[in-house]
C-alpha cells in the first residue's frame, strides 16, 4: 500500500470551480505516478472551511474516479491557513515510489516540489521596495536582483559621454557599446559598466535623476527587461522596480506595491544620502521626488503603476521590518 498525496486551489468557491480543480489534481497525480485507475483503492479529500458549495469526492466521482471507496471532511478553521483549499490523499494498492502532487497556490505548500518562484515589488522612489526586498531574498535564500541598478548604470553612461538624456537616438547608438554585467557575490548583486564596478556611483543623486528619463526610452527599456526576464527564468529571486509586475514579470507569483507619502520618501532618501556623506536639501530631493513620480507615471512604455493583482502596502508609518513582516505574512497565507 502506497499513500500519494496532493493539493490544489481554486479561486472561488464555485462547483465549477471544484469540479476542475479535483479532476485536474487527480488526473496529475495519476498521470506522474502512472497509475491504473483501478490500483486506486480509496480516495480522502479534506478543504478548508471556506469551501462550502461542492463536495471534492462527489467531483471526483463525477471525473470518472468510480471505482474506489470516496470521502470529504471539512478541516477546522485555521487562522493564517491557505484559503480555498482542497487536499487529496491517495491509497493506492501496490508498493511505489510516490510523486506527491501540488498545484495552483498549493504549490507552495511543498518548497521542495515547487521549483522557482519570483516576486515582484514595485513602487516609487523612496518607498521601500529596495529594502525590503533584500530582506525578503536573505530570509527566503533566494536571489534579489536589483533591476533598478541596472537602468542607474545606463544613465551613468549617458552622463559620462554628455548625451542629453532626452535624445533617444543618441542613447540607442551608445547602448550599442556598452557592456553592463550583473555579478552575484555572498548573495549581493555588484553591477559592472564596462567592467567597472560602479555599485557605489550609481547612487548618487544626478544618476537617480537620470536614470528616470533614460529609463522612459522603449530601446532601453527592452533590452533591460530581456536581462531581466532571462534571470528569472532559470532562478528563484526577487525584483524591484516600477513595472516589474505589470510589464516585466506579469506572471510573478507573487506581487506587492509599496507606496509613501512625498514627504515621508524624501526623508529617507534625505538620511540615506547624507549617511553616505552626499549634502543634499530636503525640499530639493522632495521636489525631485515629486518630478520623478510625474516622469515615471506618464512614460508611454510601462509606466509606474500598481498591478491589478498586486497587494498594496502604505509604509509611511511602518519601519521595514514591519513592511517585509507584511510581506511575509501575504505569501504565507497565500500559500
Do not use: W
Not at 500519494?4 to 472561488?12: D, F, H, N, V
Not at 480543480?21 to 490500483?39: F, G, M, P, T
Not at 510625474?294 to 514591519?322: G, N, Y
Amino acid at each position: 500500500m502506497t499513500v500519494i498525496r496532493g493539493a490544489t486551489t481554486i479561486s472561488e468557491d464555485t462547483p465549477e470551480e471544484i469540479r476542475k480543480a479535483v479532476k485536474e489534481l487527480l488526473e496529475q497525480i495519476e498521470s506522474r505516478n502512472d497509475l491504473k485507475r483501478d490500483e486506486i483503492v480509496s480516495l480522502v479529500f479534506s478543504s478548508t472551511s471556506d469551501i462550502h458549495s461542492y463536495y471534492p469526492a462527489k467531483a471526483a466521482r463525477e471525473a470518472g474516479f468510480e471505482s474506489c471507496s470516496l470521502f470529504s471532511a471539512q478541516e477546522p478553521d485555521i487562522d493564517g491557513s491557505l484559503p480555498l483549499c482542497i487536499r487529496a490523499m491517495l491509497f493506492v494498492g501496490k508498493n511505489t515510489d510516490p510523486k506527491h502532487v501540488y498545484l495552483r497556490g498549493a504549490k507552495m505548500l511543498r518548497k521542495d516540489l515547487a521549483g522557482k518562484i519570483n516576486i515582484a515589488i514595485d513602487g516609487p522612489a523612496g518607498s521601500g521596495k529596495s529594502t525590503v526586498a533584500k530582506m525578503l531574498a536573505h530570509d527566503y535564500n533566494i536571489l534579489y536582483l536589483d533591476t533598478g541598478a541596472m537602468y542607474r548604470a545606463c544613465a551613468l553612461k549617458v552622463l559620462e559621454a554628455g548625451v542629453d538624456v532626452e535624445d533617444e537616438a543618441a542613447i540607442v547608438d551608445l547602448m550599442k557599446d556598452v557592456k553592463l554585467d550583473v555579478v552575484f557575490e555572498n548573495g549581493t548583486q555588484k553591477t559592472l559598466l564596462d567592467g567597472v564596478d560602479v555599485s557605489e556611483e550609481i547612487r548618487r543623486p544626478p544618476v537617480s535623476m537620470a536614470s528616470s528619463s533614460v529609463s522612459k526610452h522603449p530601446s532601453v527599456r527592452m533590452h533591460m527587461t530581456e536581462k531581466q526576464r532571462e534571470i528569472a527564468g532559470r532562478m528563484s529571486c526577487v525584483l524591484d522596480g516600477r513595472d516589474i509586475g505589470t510589464f516585466v514579470l506579469p506572471e510573478a507569483d507573487f506581487k506587492f506595491y509599496l507606496t509613501a507619502s512625498p514627504r515621508v520618501r524624501a526623508r529617507r532618501r534625505y538620511d540615506e544620502l547624507t549617511a553616505k556623506g552626499y549634502k543634499v536639501d530636503l525640499d530639493e530631493l522632495l521636489s525631485e521626488i515629486i518630478r520623478r513620480d510625474e516622469q515615471d507615471s506618464t512614460r508611454a512604455l510601462a509606466p509606474l503603476k500598481k498591478a491589478d493583482d498586486a497587494v498594496e502596502i502604505d509604509t509611511s508609518e511602518m519601519t521595514a521590518a514591519e513592511v517585509l513582516a507584511a510581506v511575509k505574512k501575504h505569501i504565507q497565507e497565500s500559500i
